[in-house]
């Protein structure tokens, strides 16, 4: 089995059915994750993996998907750019996505990155717009846009507070955790989304 992509999607499928399948990763980074926690910390994954027998081929580019001899409306493998074929009775396309801004690309107000996504401060403020945030695999922040369902799924529901509950530089955690304000005492540095504001040095 192959699975094309390194990063979160390509690592976890590969780990998860190493034990009872012959699996390659094949990526175009230096070590897998590269791109969000660089080379250093994807070189621990890659031997953390290697160690339950999952082969990497880094720093490939997939050319095409080669038919199987049987069976030619079925896959058989795998050619790279470099002339090399990798033979495999399953590939699992592990790339990701691109931010969907296609609309915003003659906003002139709005400054896509090369990859379409939008650059954000540590808040997730859109850099030069007034009160317009940006949160999930849009988001490239500060330097780094990472393409994970926890981004868009946790990262909504504080600015909801944030933008409702005006307690951002005005308010310490104790008047957060002492208000009578149901909505405010969510903010709470015990409580989630208080946490995920603390993570965010929003409160």
Do not use: W
């Not at 080669?66 to 790279?80: F, N, T, W």
């Not at 859109?126 to 695999?137: C, F, I, N």
């Not at 868009?152 to 909801?160: A, C, D, I, K, L």
């Amino acid at each position: 089995m192959i699975s094309i992509g390194s990063s979160f999607i390509g690592m976890e499928v590969a780990n998860a059915v190493a034990k009872d399948n012959d699996v390659t990763v094949v990526g175009m980074e230096k070590a897998p994750l590269e791109r969000v926690m660089g080379e250093q910390v994807g070189r621990v994954f890659q031997k953390s993996l290697e160690k339950n027998g999952v082969k990497f081929k880094m720093s490939a580019g997939v050319e095409k998907a080669v038919p199987s001899e049987s069976d030619s409306s079925k896959v058989g493998g795998i050619a790279l750019k470099d002339g090399t074929t990798l033979p495999a009775d399953f590939v699992i396309l592990g790339t990701g996505v691109g931010p969907a801004t296609t609309y915003l690309k003659d906003n002139k107000e709005v400054e896509l990155q090369k990859d379409g996504s939008l650059k954000t401060d540590e808040h997730f403020a859109v850099s030069g717009l007034k009160d317009v945030y940006a949160v999930g695999d849009i988001a490239t922040y500060p330097y780094v846009r990472i393409i994970l369902f926890f981004n868009s799924s946790y990262f909504g529901t504080p600015f909801v507070f944030l933008i409702s509950c005006p307690v951002k530089g005005s308010q310490t955690n104790a008047d957060i955790t002492s208000s009578t304000d149901p909505a405010v005492r969510d903010l709470s540095p015990g409580s989630s989304i208080g946490t995920l504001l603390k993570m965010l040095a929003v409160v």
